[in-house]
C-alpha cells in the first residue's frame, strides 16, 4: 500500500511540445505529492508539489493535476525545451513529523531540439 | 539560495569495510533523512531523524547502519560492513520543521563496494 506507480519509464518530445507524466498510488493517508527533476549525477532538485485539497497547480511551465478519486496525479510540462531533458520523479508522503517520501520508478524525459 | 552539501562525492571501499557519509543539512533545518538509489532505479527511503533520535526507518536500515548529529552541522550515516549490495548513490535530505513538507536534496554520495 505504500507504493507509487509512474508511467511512462521514458519518453521523447519535441521541443515546443507537451510532456505528460502520471503517477499513481494507494495509500489514501498520504497527503502531499511533489515532483522532483534529477539531472545525471546530481540529487533530486523539487520541481513541484501540491496538497489533495486542490485539483490543479501551476508554476511557470509545470503544471500538476490531481485526481484524488482516481488517487492519480500527474506531471504536464507545457512548451517542453532541451534543458527539460532529465529524469523526473513522483513522490508522495504522509503528513507526519518524520514524513518520508515514497518515490515512483522515474521517467526519463528527452526533449529533442 | 541555501542547500544541503554532501562529502565525499565519491567513495570506494572494499567489502566489510566501515564507511561513514557526511551531510550539512540547511542551516535550521529540524528533520533529516537519508535515501539511496541503485543505479537505475528509483530513491528509497532509509531513515530519517529530529532532535537526535530516528523517527522512522526502512527495512533496508539494518543493524548495519546507523545515524548520527555528532555536532550542530553535520549528519553522517555510517555503514559497518559494507557489502557489494550497498554501492548506491546516497541522498542526505532535511526539511526545515514539523509542519514543513518540502525536503531538499544534496548532491549524493556515490559509494562503490568492490
Known amino acids: 500500500q505504500q507504493q507509487v506507480k509512474q508511467s511512462p519509464q521514458s519518453l521523447i518530445v519535441q521541443k515546443g511540445g507537451i510532456s505528460i507524466i502520471n503517477c499513481a498510488y494507494e495509500n489514501t493517508a498520504f497527503d502531499y505529492f511533489p515532483w522532483y527533476q534529477q539531472f545525471p549525477g546530481k540529487g533530486p532538485a523539487l520541481l513541484i508539489a501540491?496538497?489533495?485539497?486542490?485539483s490543479e497547480k501551476k508554476e511557470g511551465r509545470f503544471t500538476i493535476s490531481f485526481n484524488k478519486s482516481a488517487k492519480q496525479f500527474s506531471l504536464h510540462i507545457m512548451d517542453s525545451q532541451p534543458g527539460d531533458s532529465a529524469t523526473y520523479f513522483c513522490a508522495a508522503s504522509k503528513w507526519t513529523s518524520g514524513s518520508r517520501l515514497t518515490f515512483g520508478e522515474g521517467t526519463q524525459l528527452t526533449v529533442n531540439p | 539560495e541555501p542547500e544541503v552539501t554532501q562529502t565525499p562525492s565519491h567513495q570506494v571501499t572494499q567489502m566489510g569495510q566501515e564507511v561513514i557519509l557526511r551531510c550539512v543539512p540547511i542551516?535550521?533545518?529540524?528533520?533529516f533523512y537519508w535515501y539511496r538509489q541503485i543505479l537505475g532505479q528509483k530513491v528509497e527511503f532509509l531513515v530519517s531523524?529530529?532532535?537526535?533520535?530516528?523517527?522512522?526507518k526502512s527495512e533496508i536500515f539494518d543493524d548495519q547502519f546507523s545515524v548520527e548529529r555528532p555536532d550542530g552541522s553535520n549528519f553522517t550515516l555510517k555503514i559497518r560492513s559494507t557489502k557489494l549490495e550497498d554501492s548506491a548513490m546516497y541522498f542526505c535530505?532535511?526539511?526545515?520543521?514539523?509542519?514543513?513538507?518540502?525536503?531538499?536534496f544534496g548532491p549524493g554520495t556515490r559509494l562503490t563496494v568492490t
Open positions: 535530505a532535511s526539511k526545515s520543521g514539523p509542519s514543513s513538507y518540502e525536503q531538499y
Open positions: 531523524f529530529y532532535n537526535n533520535e530516528i523517527s522512522e
Open positions: 501540491i496538497r489533495p485539497d486542490v
Open positions: 542551516s535550521n533545518h529540524l528533520y
